[in-house]
């Protein structure tokens, strides 16, 4: 079992906005999707899976911003703008957050990837698992123990 060096803390790019990681992360993803390639202004958006009790703001207050929606609430820093963390709707027992909000952003590599039916050609992340969409409802336990269990 990997040590996640916990709790953690991090933060927006100009710091206005703080948070805690007091969990280890369920899983650690990156996403393909076109949404998250415009959002992150990247090939791909990195996320860990934070269950809820694990993940707190510690500073600043985040504001919704992104893709508005019922399925997801993609929280931003409001002063540098910074996509931080995202609450998908009826999922309130984990946080997605960005792990390159944290300090130690290197220990958090992706374990899947989704949505590799929108990945732009030259993107590589090294994920054990790959999906051309999400994986199935019934993987993610599988997956999870799988990941805990994996060194990265």
């Known amino acids: 079992m ?5 709790p953690r803390e991090g933060g927006c790019r100009c710091g206005a906005v703080r948070v805690r990681v007091s969990a280890a992360p369920l899983v650690t ?3 393909h999707c076109t949404g998250c390639q415009r ?3 990247s090939a791909f958006s990195l996320s860990a899976a934070i269950p809820a009790q694990g993940f707190e703001v510690i500073e600043g207050e985040p504001v919704l911003g ?7 609430h993609h929280y931003f820093c409001p002063h540098c ?7 998908p709707e009826g999922m309130d027992w984990f946080v997605n957050l960005r792990p390159t909000m944290l ?6 590599a992706p374990f899947i990837e989704t949505w590799t ?14 999906y051309e969409a999400l994986p199935p ?6 997956l999870m123990k799988e990941f805990a269990a994996w060194e990265g």
């Open 29 to 31: 993803m990156a996403c």
């Open 117 to 130: 039916s929108e990945k732009l050609a030259f993107a590589q992340t090294g994920a054990v698992h790959s």
């Open 2 to 6: 990997r040590d996640w060096k916990l």
């Open 39 to 41: 959002m992150s202004s």
């Open 81 to 87: 703008m910074t996509w931080m963390f995202t609450r």
């Open 103 to 108: 300090d130690g952003a290197e220990d958090f």
């Open 137 to 142: 409802l019934d993987a993610y336990e599988g």
């Open 66 to 72: 992104g893709r508005r929606g019922p399925e997801a």
